[in-house]
């Protein structure tokens, strides 16, 4: 992946996003019958037709994608919940709380189960103004880390496409201003060691009689 830890980390490409986020749990209802599955990751089911089950994205996707389930839309993606975010938002120099994964779910759901989700349409708008809203707000964030010697930057409720967006650019502000301040603090210490106290000038000194 081309995601690695450090200082110098890149950032991750959308299908690896996409990939993280597949983990996420989520709701189906079957309309088979069948027993549980084993995965690495875990069991899941047993599915019974008409009875709600959690399963990971990538499971519920695939189920779609064979007609064996519907997908139930999460309750952060209805019309009212994304009007109340989006107003908050728009009021509040904060970021509301959203799912870490919310642009990657979102935009998988519309790809692969559009038909399961209420008033789809306007859904899609709500959270590409919520993105605008929340980007102009990290936009004015970055304004300041460049204009203001910063050490640290705490940004609560990030996404996780906001993060790996923000990341190779704040890590790497702070890590110049400290690397500015370091330096800084070498060549004062310098400057101090390097100054010789200066003989006081006190005139011509009398010769000592002899006793």
Same mark, same amino acid.
């Given at each position: 992946?081309?995601?690695? %830890?450090?200082?110098?980390?890149?950032?991750?490409?959308?299908?690896?996003?996409?990939?993280?986020?597949?983990?996420?749990?989520?709701?189906?209802?079957?309309?088979? =019958?069948?027993?549980? $599955?084993?995965?690495?990751?875990?069991?899941?089911?047993?599915? =019974?037709?008409?009875?709600?089950?959690? #399963?990971?994205?990538?499971?519920? #996707?695939?189920?779609?994608?064979?007609?064996?389930? /519907?997908?139930?839309?999460?309750?952060?993606?209805?019309?009212?919940?994304? /009007?109340? #975010?989006?107003?908050?938002?728009?009021?509040?120099?904060?970021?509301?709380?959203?799912?870490? &994964? @919310?642009?990657?779910?979102? =935009? $998988?759901?519309?790809?692969?189960?559009? !038909?399961?989700?209420?008033? #789809? @349409?306007?859904?899609?708008?709500?959270?590409?103004?919520?993105?605008?809203?929340?980007? &102009?707000?990290?936009?004015?964030?970055?304004?300041?880390?460049?204009? !203001?010697?910063? @050490?640290?930057?705490?940004?609560?409720?990030? %996404?996780?496409?906001?993060?790996?967006?923000?990341?190779?650019?704040?890590?790497?502000? $702070?890590? /110049?201003? &400290?690397?500015?301040?370091? %330096?800084?603090?070498?060549? !004062?210490?310098? &400057?101090?060691?390097?100054?010789?106290?200066?003989?006081?000038?006190?005139?011509? =000194?009398?010769?000592?009689?002899?006793?």
């Amino acid at each position: 992946m081309a995601g690695v %830890s450090g200082p110098h980390a890149s950032a991750f490409s959308a299908a690896e996003m996409e990939f993280l986020a597949e983990d996420e749990m989520i709701e189906i209802v079957p309309n088979m =019958r069948m027993e549980p $599955l084993n995965f690495i990751s875990g069991d899941f089911g047993p599915f =019974r037709p008409q009875i709600p089950t959690e #399963v990971p994205l990538w499971l519920a #996707v695939s189920l779609r994608k064979r007609g064996k389930c /519907t997908i139930r839309t999460p309750e952060w993606m209805s019309v009212e919940k994304l /009007t109340q #975010v989006l107003e908050a938002e728009r009021d509040s120099e904060k970021f509301q709380p959203l799912p870490f &994964h @919310y642009v990657e779910i979102s =935009r $998988l759901l519309f790809d692969h189960a559009r !038909e399961d989700i209420p008033d #789809v @349409y306007m859904v899609r708008s709500l959270i590409e103004d919520i993105k605008d809203v929340r980007f &102009h707000k990290i936009g004015t964030g970055l304004e300041i880390i460049s204009k !203001e010697r910063t @050490y640290a930057l705490r940004l609560k409720n990030l %996404s996780a496409m906001e993060a790996n967006i923000v990341r190779p650019f704040v890590t790497k502000a $702070l890590e /110049t201003f &400290h690397k500015l301040s370091s %330096s800084e603090m070498i060549q !004062e210490t310098d &400057h101090i060691s390097n100054r010789q106290p200066q003989a006081t000038n006190r005139g011509p =000194r009398r010769q000592l009689k002899d006793r």
